[in-house]
């Protein structure tokens, strides 16, 4: 009886859903999910940037007329507008 609860615990050790075979499972989780963590951290910094061009105190004047052009349509008839893809 005790080979067998034995046999059961090492056999979830090494097969387990957390045993020695799932490691290299947690390995590809873990490269995918500091891959993920490294494109948000990089888009939270330009989206940190971009909100630090809009402070009121100190705002950037090319960003503001871009917003309000793009978000109001205020174009006026002898422009030409090319849109540029972020």
Do not use: Q
Not at 12 to 26: D, E, K, T
Not at 44 to 70: I, Q
């Amino acid at each position: 009886m005790s080979l067998l609860i034995i046999g059961t615990f090492a056999g979830h050790a090494v097969a387990g859903p957390n045993g020695l075979l799932a490691w290299g499972g947690y390995h590809r989780d873990l490269t995918s999910k500091r891959t993920d963590l490294a494109r948000l951290e990089a888009e939270r910094e330009a989206l940190k940037h971009r909100s630090a061009l809009l402070d009121p105190r100190k705002a950037d004047p090319d960003m503001a007329d871009e917003l309000v052009r793009r978000d109001l349509g205020l174009v006026r008839p002898d422009e030409v507008i090319v849109p540029l893809e972020d």
